[in-house]
């Protein structure tokens, strides 16, 4: 079974500022299976990143993935307002999915 | 335009059986996995489990596998999610989402909030 944690639990960051949050995973694994999504408060989640690196349609390029194995990294380059919320990775290898726990970007 | 749009919140007793409910619209509803996912208050999300519409294959994540039903409706694009005994640890905000392909989920519901309280 593979256990995501992701750090820092929450990030204090400044508008402007770049954000890098870290998805790590008890066992490596094909990036294909690696994605991130953002939650604002109150909204449903939304797909950021699929296969570690690949932005979803309309995701700006201020959003991109990295990583292989068992690190895999989200980063936002410039925070904008809207981006502050949790950000959580997932795996899903067609017989499971597992969730991170989340990284909180709040604002400093 | 893709659209999953799931049945109103519910507020029950400890015992009661529930049975929500997501409708998939904009596309071939039997080509695309279905998932739900738990978030209870103030916490992350927890896959439950997920059905394939076009042969009703199933898989449940442990955690929940005895615990909830799943299961689809392709005649009406419908996927729902079923107790049979509800508990006060089930209240929480249950998510349907798509498999898109890419081993991803690209389009979630509206979220039903379910209250379980005596």
């Known amino acids: ?12 960051l400044s508008p402007g500022e770049r954000a890098t949050l870290s998805c790590r995973a008890s066992h490596s694994f094909s990036s294909k ?23 979803a349609t309309g995701i700006p390029d201020r959003f991109s993935g990295s990583g292989s194995g068992t690190d895999f990294t989200l980063t936002i380059s410039r925070l904008e307002p809207e981006d502050f919320a949790a950000y959580y990775c997932q795996y899903y290898d067609s017989s499971r999915v597992t969730f991170g726990p989340g990284t909180k970007v709040d604002i400093k | 335009e893709v659209q999953l ?9 400890p015992g009661e059986s529930l049975k929500i409910s997501c409708k998939g619209s904009g596309y071939s509803f039997t080509n695309n996995w279905i998932a739900w996912v738990r978030q209870m208050p103030g916490k992350g999300l927890e896959w439950m489990g997920i ?3 076009g042969d009703s294959n199933i898989r449940y994540s442990p955690s929940f596998q005895g615990q909830v039903t799943i299961s689809t409706d ?16 089930d209240s929480a905000l249950y998510y349907c ?14 979220g039903t909030l379910v209250t379980v309280s005596s």
Do not use: C, M
Request: proline share 5%; charged share 15%; aromatic share 14%.
């Open chain 1, 1 to 12: 079974e593979i256990v995501l944690t992701q750090s820092p639990g929450t990030l204090s």
């Open chain 1, 33 to 55: 299976y690696l994605a991130w999504y953002q939650q604002k408060p109150g909204q449903a989640p939304r797909l950021l990143i699929y296969g570690a690196s690949s932005r």
């Open chain 2, 5 to 13: 749009v799931q049945s109103g919140a519910e507020v029950k007793k």
């Open chain 2, 51 to 53: 059905i394939f519409p």
């Open chain 2, 74 to 89: 392709k005649s009406i694009s419908t996927a729902y999610l079923q107790w049979s005994s509800l508990r006060a640890s």
């Open chain 2, 97 to 110: 989402v798509r498999h898109g392909g890419n081993y991803s989920f690209d389009y979630w519901g509206q």
